[in-house]
């Protein structure tokens, strides 16, 4: 686009704003008045400052590249390598379980320890060990245990 072009962009872009700033400002008031007169002034400033060109060489560079994004097989093969490759990654995660030897399967074959009865004290299954006397002391100090 030339400068006509964009001068007339701006030039719309304010002048539809305006109209719309002119409508608020009777319905709500100069607050509202002083805000939309200063967004209607935008459209002109991005043009006096060539931002409103920058605008559409941004929108135009997303269109081109969004474009070519979809309607490329190229990029396709790629998405469908990258979620194979995902995919790996995930799978030898839990085939690993973080270990990365056998040291998972030699575990899961030894048998469980049986379990006492009785009452286990306090913490000893959530290995909370002196964190959860604190805890129990402070509540004893509020009279709650």
């Avoid at 030039?11 to 002083?34: E, I, N, P, Q, V």
């Avoid at 070519?68 to 979620?83: D, I, K, M, Q």
């Avoid at 049986?114 to 509020?142: F, N, T």
């Amino acid at each position: 686009m030339d400068d006509v072009a964009w001068g007339a962009l701006a030039l719309a872009l304010t002048l539809f704003s305006g109209l719309y700033t002119w409508t608020r400002a009777r319905a709500k008031g100069a607050a509202s008045l002083a805000r939309w007169s200063g967004i209607t002034l935008l459209p002109l400033a991005a043009y006096f400052t060539h931002t409103l060109r920058l605008f559409g060489r941004i929108g135009t560079a997303i269109a081109n590249w969004a474009t070519g994004f979809v309607w490329s097989p190229v990029v396709w093969l790629g998405l469908v390598l990258a979620v194979i490759a995902f995919a790996l990654i995930g799978v030898s995660a839990r085939l690993s379980n973080g270990a990365g030897s056998d040291a998972p399967a030699a575990a899961k074959r030894a048998k469980p320890a049986k379990a006492v009865k009785g009452k286990a004290p306090a913490g000893a299954d959530l290995g909370l060990g002196d964190d959860l006397d604190d805890i129990e002391a402070i509540l004893k100090k509020h009279g709650i245990k």
